[in-house]
């Protein structure tokens, strides 16, 4: 939810204001600057009553974790006032179409929108008849993967995307955040946290089904297509039991099958993960990592006794410096940090040169 907070200036819509969940104590604070980010001209409040006046459309992020700390079901209580408010509700969570109570049914008597991202049977069946999975991708396709979770990735592929826009590059978008068609996504398949409640076809059918999809892109004929994965594309050790870890990014490869990649790393990774992701872009993915790319703030979730512990910490100045020039030794491939303008610059210089070289090279 917060890229929707950094990158306002993207989206095709106002944002009025920002609800968090009580006690708080950011009410009052202008939600872009409480992130640590540009103002937006919009406040957070605590009541959600009184947020949604002269409001057409609350957007839902995902609130089990605040539901269980609360005991109470916080999605649930926030379609109820939404349905007397007389409000549209887009939820990130595909749990808001699960209840018993037929919600979506409710909105629709009322003349409202209930929507959430989903892939479903009848979803896959409309894409792939319409776009043959087979058809050669000829546009050139740079992937966004990651080490792990949680490490920016949508926020590269923003940065990257406004970037390549400003030089003048009809630049595409497959999303795989639950909030990519907020963010204006060309296509979103959302294989990311609750991935398995939001994409409903078999595991098997994910690869065809992405083929589809950029079959479908393809068709509007941009200069590059942008593809962000989910958590890493490579387990730390094989005694970290972590359901899906890989296979979602893994899927996503093969599905959209970059010709380069940008690998998001951490400041915490050690170079033998790194080098294993690594690794596995160029045996599964066939293609080159032309950089690595890394944000300064820097999150590691660990396990604590009975709880998840977040760490986090902003790297300064020197710490970059320090960063990019381990990365570059140890790897022999440029790094950069996007928090930077510089950063995200020298990251779409390394891309305009790679595709550059190679439609020369494939030249009679």
């Known amino acids: 939810m917060r890229s929707l907070v950094r990158f306002a200036d993207q989206l095709s819509f106002e944002i009025a204001s920002v609800v968090d969940i009580p006690p708080s104590k950011l009410k009052g604070l202008d939600a872009g600057e409480a992130i640590g980010a540009e103002p937006i001209g919009a406040s957070v409040q605590l009541v959600l009553e009184e947020a949604l006046d002269g409001v057409d459309t609350l957007i839902i992020g995902h609130l089990d974790a605040y539901s269980e700390a609360k005991r109470k079901d916080l999605l649930q ?32 008597k009322r003349g ?6 989903v892939v479903d049977k009848e979803v896959y069946r409309s894409l792939v008849s319409a776009f043959a999975p087979d058809v050669p991708i000829t546009c050139p396709v740079l992937g966004i993967f990651g080490t792990s979770q949680d490490q920016g990735k949508v926020t590269a592929q923003l940065l990257i995307r406004k970037e390549l826009k400003r030089r003048g590059y009809a630049t595409s978008w497959l999303a795989t955040e639950h909030q990519g068609e907020l963010l204006g996504a060309d296509y979103t398949f959302p294989n990311g946290y609750e991935g398995l409640v939001s994409v409903d076809i078999p595991m098997e059918g994910h690869v065809t089904l992405l083929q589809s999809a950029m079959v479908g892109i393809a068709q509007s004929t941009p200069d590059i297509v942008l593809v962000g994965s989910q958590s890493g594309v490579s387990l730390p050790s094989l005694s970290e039991k972590h359901s899906l870890y890989s296979l979602p990014a893994i899927a996503t490869m093969f599905g959209t099958a970059p010709d380069a990649y940008v690998l998001l790393v951490n400041e915490f990774d050690e170079l033998e993960h790194i ?5 596995v872009l160029r045996g599964l993915g066939k293609a080159d990592t032309i950089a690595l790319a890394f944000i300064a703030r820097q999150r590691q979730i660990l396990e604590g006794v009975g709880r998840l512990i977040t760490k986090e ?52």
């Not at 409202?112 to 991202?117: C, E, F, Y």
């Not at 080098?275 to 690794?279: F, K, M, R, S």
């Not at 790297?315 to 996007?338: F, H, W, Y």
């Not at 303008?341 to 210089?349: D, L």
């Open 313 to 364: 910490r902003v790297l300064d100045k020197a710490q970059v410096d320090a960063m990019e020039s381990r990365l570059n030794d140890a790897t022999g491939l440029p790094a950069a940090c996007i928090s930077f303008p510089e950063g995200v610059n020298r990251v779409v210089n390394l891309v305009e040169d790679y595709f550059d070289s190679n439609r020369q090279e494939e030249q009679p």
């Open 112 to 117: 409202l929108r209930l929507a959430a991202p």
């Open 77 to 108: 209580e926030a379609l109820e006032v939404c349905l007397v408010k007389g409000c549209n509700v887009y939820s990130l969570s595909r749990t808001c179409l699960l209840y018993e109570v037929p919600y979506a049914e409710l909105f629709d």
């Open 275 to 279: 080098e294993d992701c690594l690794a």
